[in-house]
């Protein structure tokens, strides 16, 4: 046991919780490098011991595969949010109010994903006011529901308009259970 080591060990539980500057955490990582009675310590402490970081391809490759993971992810929640936005159109006379209500749900998983009420709108609202925009303004689906473009604009804007409502009460579910989290 050296001069260094009483010192280091009044300050592992400051290193545990990070609240060392930066000299005063680089002066004990280096001595539970070189210190086994210290280290020993802080492993039976549970607290995490400096790693040493690979250099080169490793980092690029890593974040190669979170890119591509939230790539996937974000590519599945605009499909489930243009397949919300064909289902209650598609389904209006049937179970239509019960679709709308998905978008409550698609509101809070989104937010709770990105936490940002403004990814959560987007991805409610843009699959949507497109999907509205070619039913409403367009032939293509055997019927022209507009007499001119505004009032076709108008039928897919009020659509969105009551989507996304409905999505802001999800994005208020979904930031009630993270406060609720957050407090447990």
Known sequence: MNKECPVTQDLLPLYEEDL???GTNQFVEEHLKSCQECRHIAEQSQIPLPVEVEHG??????????TLKLTTIQ????AIAFILA????????NS?????LTYALL???TYLFYRSILIAVLLAG??????????????WFGEFYGGNFWEAFSIALTSVIIHLIITFIGIVIGFCILKIR???
């Open 20 to 22: 060392l500057q930066p």
């Open 57 to 66: 391809g490793g980092s690029k490759k890593m974040m190669r595969k979170i």
């Open 75 to 78: 590519i599945f929640f605009v």
């Open 86 to 93: 064909m289902g209650t159109t598609v389904m209006n006379n």
């Open 96 to 100: 239509g109010f019960i679709f709308i």
């Open 107 to 109: 509101g809070a998983v």
């Open 126 to 139: 843009i699959p949507n006011f497109v999907w509205n925009c070619l039913l409403y303004m367009t032939d």
């Open 182 to 184: 957050e407090e447990n």
